[in-house]
C-alpha cells in the first residue's frame, strides 16, 4: 500500500540521529514521498540511511505497525547529499495519523471509553505501560459499559492486535463492533430512559436504604427473571424479561439515577455464572441480588454480608470489590 504524496519539504540533517528521527517523523505523518538534505556527515550517507531506515521498520512498533518497506536514491552537490525516499505502508494515512501517543494508563481508559461513547470502530493507541495489555483492553471496555448501562446499550465485541519490537513501546490497534447501530443506540437510550424514570416515579425516599430497597422492588415487580432473559439492562427495563446480568445491569441504572452507588459484581453462584451487585449506603456496602430476589423474595438476597453470600455458595474475586460488612437487615427495614 503506498500512500498520498501531499508534502514535498525537504528535511536538513547532519547526523545519525538526525536521519532517524527524520525518517519517524515521516512515517508518523503517512509521508510517501521524502526528502533529506544531508551535509557534514562523516560516513557513508547511503548505508546510514539504509540503516535508520531498517532499525525503524523493524525495532519500533511505529515502523512494525505502519511499514512495509522503505527505499532510497541519492544524488552529491557537494558539501551535500539530496537523498529522496519511498515509504510503503501497511495501512492508510488517516489510521497511522490517528495513532494516540498515550502515557499513562488512565489516558488509555479515557481514549476507550471516549471510543465506545461515540461507537468508534477503530483505534490506534501508542503505550508504554506493561499493564496495558490485550486482555487489559477488553476488560476496561466491559468494565466501562457495566458501569454506564444508560449510555453503552450492548457491550460492544474487542479485536485487539499488538505490534511491538525491541522498544517498551507498543502499539496497539482495537476494532470494535456493535450489535446495534447508532440511531438505534439513540433510539433504545430514549426509551430507557423514559422507562426508568416512570419505574422510579415517587422511589427517592429520605433515607438511602430505603431508596435502594424501593428501586429494588420496583425492578422485580415490573421484570421476570429467565435463565435465557436479556444481559442489558435495556433488555429488562423496557422489554422485562432478563437473566442475572440483565438484572444487575438495570439495578445498577436505576441506583445511579436515583444517586444510590452501586456496582455490577461478575461471579458464580454455586457452578453457574451469576451477576449481582454491591450498593454503598451509609458509608457501608451490602450485596444485592435483584435476581435471585426475583423468585425468592428481597429477604433472600438483598442487604447481605459477603459471609452471608458466602454461605449461600456464591463465589466472586474478593480483591476486585469493596468488602460486604455492614449492619443493616433487610428484615429490621421492613419491620
Not at 461515540?118 to 508504554?128: A, Q, T
Not at 430476589?293 to 459471609?307: C, P, Q, R, V, Y
Amino acid at each position: 500500500m503506498r500512500l498520498a504524496d501531499n508534502e514535498n519539504e525537504v528535511v536538513s540533517v547532519k547526523t545519525y540521529q538526525g536521519i532517524k528521527t527524520a525518517i519517524l517523523s515521516f512515517v508518523k505523518d503517512g509521508r510517501e514521498k521524502c526528502y533529506l538534505n544531508v551535509s557534514d556527515y562523516e560516513g557513508n550517507v547511503s548505508d546510514a540511511v539504509s540503516e535508520a531506515s531498517l532499525e525503524i521498520v523493524h525495532n519500533t512498533a511505529l515502523g512494525v505497525y505502519a511499514v512495509e518497506n522503505i527505499t532510497h536514491s541519492y544524488t552529491k552537490e557537494s558539501p551535500y547529499f539530496n537523498v529522496v525516499m519511498d515509504i510503503y505502508y501497511k495501512h492508510t494515512k488517516e489510521q497511522i495519523r490517528s495513532i494516540a501517543y498515550l502515557n499513562y494508563v488512565s489516558a488509555v481508559q479515557g481514549a476507550l471509553a471516549k471510543a465506545i461513547s461515540d461507537h468508534k470502530e477503530y483505534l490506534v493507541i501508542s503505550i508504554s505501560s506493561a499493564q496495558v495489555t490485550q486482555d487489559y483492553i477488553k476488560a476496561y471496555a466491559l468494565e466501562y459499559y457495566r458501569s454506564n448501562p444508560l449510555e453503552v446499550m450492548a457491550a460492544p465485541e474487542i479485536r485487539t492486535v499488538v505490534h511491538a519490537a525491541k522498544e517498551q513501546t507498543k502499539i496497539i490497534e482495537i476494532e470494535l463492533s456493535y450489535p446495534n447501530t447508532i440511531l438505534q443506540d439513540i433510539e433504545m437510550r430514549t426509551k430507557l430512559q423514559s422507562t426508568a424514570n416512570q419505574l422510579l416515579k415517587n422511589a427517592k425516599a429520605s433515607k438511602d436504604v430505603t431508596t435502594a430497597a424501593n428501586a429494588c422492588k420496583r425492578l422485580i415487580e415490573s421484570s421476570d427473571y429467565l435463565l435465557g432473559g436479556s444481559p442489558t439492562a435495556y433488555g429488562t427495563i423496557v422489554e422485562r424479561t432478563g437473566n442475572s446480568e440483565g438484572f444487575a445491569m438495570a439495578y445498577k441504572l436505576l441506583c445511579s439515577i436515583l444517586g444510590v452507588k452501586c456496582t455490577v459484581v461478575e461471579g458464580y453462584l454455586g457452578e453457574t455464572r451469576h451477576f449481582w451487585n454491591i450498593i454503598e449506603l451509609g458509608g457501608e456496602s451490602y450485596h444485592a441480588d435483584t435476581a435471585l430476589s426475583d423468585f425468592m423474595g428481597m429477604s433472600a438476597a438483598f442487604l447481605k454480608t459477603d459471609a452471608e453470600l458466602t454461605a449461600m455458595g456464591y463465589r466472586w474475586d474478593t480483591t476486585r470489590y469493596k468488602p460486604c460488612n455492614g449492619t443493616l437487615k433487610y428484615e429490621n427495614l421492613e419491620s
